[in-house]
């Protein structure tokens, strides 16, 4: 059975996660791999540098690998480029947090493959609602101006 993750922490929060991606242009979350045990485990959001560069790699596969290893190998792509600590660990770039996560088993890797995508996914929800609006303090262009 597939587990189902739903950040509520980070739908209570919101506001923090928010302003870290608008600012810092992109937005950590920092949980129990095993709830209320640890090992902590942060990780970040996926940039758009980050993401074609993950497909660049991808490209240079090419149609004769098995399709089970381009799918692993995308996964170890991704989880390195947003994996920033784990258990105290900090990984100061993404061929550090390589290296430790292709000592991991695959389960180790589904799992966080599954929390990092609901992360990115809870941000993008409430970024497609009106949160992000509420956030700023600059009108939309749909709002008409206040007369006096």
């Known amino acids: 059975m597939a ?5 509520e922490d980070v739908e209570l929060s919101i506001d923090k996660y928010l302003e870290d991606y608008l600012v810092q ?6 949980f129990d791999l095993i709830k209320d045990r640890g090992p902590k485990v ?17 490209k ?4 004769n690998e098995v399709a089970i290893y381009k799918m692993h190998m995308y996964q170890l792509k991704y989880l390195s480029k947003t994996l ?3 258990a105290g660990q900090k990984f100061e770039d ?3 947090a390589s290296e430790f996560l292709s000592t991991k088993g695959l389960a180790f890797l589904d799992k966080l493959l599954k929390i990092q995508t609901s992360f990115e996914n809870t941000l993008k929800e409430q970024f497609n609602s009106e949160s992000i609006e509420n956030f700023t303090t600059t ?5 008409k101006p206040s007369s006096k």
Do not use: C, H, W
Not at 25 to 30: D, Q
Not at 42 to 58: N, P, R, Y
Not at 139 to 143: A, G, K
């Open 60 to 63: 240079t596969l090419g149609d």
């Open 25 to 30: 242009g992109y937005a950590t979350y920092t």
């Open 84 to 86: 920033v600590a784990f």
């Open 42 to 58: 942060t990780i970040k959001t996926v940039s758009l540098q980050d993401q074609l560069d993950i497909e660049s790699t991808m």
């Open 94 to 96: 993404s061929e550090k």
């Open 139 to 143: 009108p939309s262009t749909d709002t």
């Open 3 to 7: 587990e189902n993750y739903r950040l």
